[in-house]
Nanobody, 121 residues
């Protein structure tokens, strides 16, 4: 499975961005998908995941109510809609695919290249 993340950019606090993660591969629609982020000088942290069928999602507390994860298995794409962005959301965002949707980064098998999100105050 190959993953291509896109949609990052520079936005003012309170603004919105939608990240996309396009997956290729015959079984990509059967994978759990996650979004992680890494800010400068910090460890990579879990942001959200969605199960292969889209029925279950999970968010880190700091983004609950502001971010929404979704997927379109016909397009083999996962989205992260980010609203009410805060400077603390500034990071490189990575998408990942694995057999199970989980908060644990080490359990994902495939990773995208990352897309930069910068939120100015």
């Amino acid at each position: 499975v190959q993953l291509q993340a896109s949609g990052g950019g520079l936005v003012q606090a309170g603004g919105s961005l939608r990240l996309s993660c396009a997956a290729s591969g015959r079984t990509s629609s059967s994978y759990g998908m996650g979004w992680f982020r890494q800010a400068p000088g910090k460890e990579r942290e879990f942001v959200s995941y969605i199960t292969w069928n889209g029925r279950h999602t999970l968010y880190v507390d700091s983004v609950k109510g502001r971010f929404t994860i979704s997927r379109d298995n016909v397009k083999n794409t996962v989205y992260l809609q980010m609203n009410s962005l805060e400077p603390e959301d500034t990071a490189v965002y990575y998408c990942a695919a694995g057999r199970t949707a989980t908060k644990t980064s080490g359990l994902y098998d495939y990773w995208g290249q990352g897309t930069q999100v910068t939120v100015s105050s």
